[in-house]
């Protein structure tokens, strides 16, 4: 008994300190600032595209990728983050590259609740901010639809087909009325319940290799169209 009062006590000090640790950094600052500063300046003529999101970017590099070699692509996504942490950090982890365009795929855990309670106008507030920066440093910006999400294996019943409809309908507008380039991986990928193909994810909310294999010429396609743009 007395060994797992040892135990316990120590898992739980444990647990403190990486809470402790999260909250010192809640946007999760450090996670890339060695890459960061190991990145050379583009070169001229070179297109550096930033991929800002949460683990839907993140994981791509891991499933597929392929996709993102001999390109000068820049994944920095993190898993689990909210738009107020991609904000905080959107100077450190997209300005500061110097990139030609960055693609903003975002929203999808504000809406599970991640970070706390989020109505749509503070998920999308911290939205057209990060493009307000990225227009106010020259950077081209594709704005990405949230993908479709029948529920959250992590958080079930939470019911968000419908917000991020929702969403994604202000996100269109926005894009037209500011002339930018929107993104729409929704309409590819949903199926009849709002949700994600199951040919798509394994998990109904983030892609496996089919899905990114069909988010990539989308994104390919989108980005041109961005660096096309006056």
């Given at each position: 008994?007395?060994n ?12 403190f ?19 960061n ?38 994944n920095?996504?993190i ?11 959107f ?20 809406i599970?609740g991640n ?8 998920i ?9 920066l ?22 079930p019943?939470?019911?968000p ?24 991986y ?5 199926d ?21 294999q ?14 096309s743009?006056?």
């Open positions: 008994m007395k797992f009062n040892s135990l316990f006590a120590i898992l739980l000090l444990n647990f300190m990486t809470q402790k640790l999260k909250a010192q950094d809640w946007p999760n600052l450090n996670k890339y600032q060695k890459e500063l190991a990145l050379s300046t583009p070169t001229v003529g070179q297109n550096r595209v930033v991929f800002m999101g949460d683990s839907i970017t993140e994981f791509w590099s891991t499933v597929d990728g392929t996709y993102f070699q001999g390109k000068p692509y820049v920095r996504g898993s689990g983050q909210t738009t107020p942490q991609m904000l905080i950090r100077r450190a982890d997209v300005i500061d590259l110097k990139p030609s365009v960055v693609v903003i795929l975002a929203g999808i855990n504000d599970a970070t706390g309670p989020a109505t749509l106008n503070m999308t507030n911290n939205i057209f901010s990060m493009v307000e990225a227009k106010a440093h020259n950077i081209k910006v594709v704005l990405c639809s949230v993908l479709p999400a029948f529920d959250f294996p992590w958080k019943n939470q019911q087909a419908d917000k991020i409809t929702a969403l994604n309908e202000i996100l269109i507008n926005y894009t037209d009325t500011n002339n930018l380039v929107y993104l729409d929704y309409a590819t990928m949903v009849e319940r709002k949700g994600l193909q199951a040919e798509y994810s394994e998990d109904g909310v983030h892609p496996n290799k089919r899905g990114y069909v988010m990539e010429p989308l994104a390919d396609n989108a980005i041109a169209l961005a660096l743009m006056k």
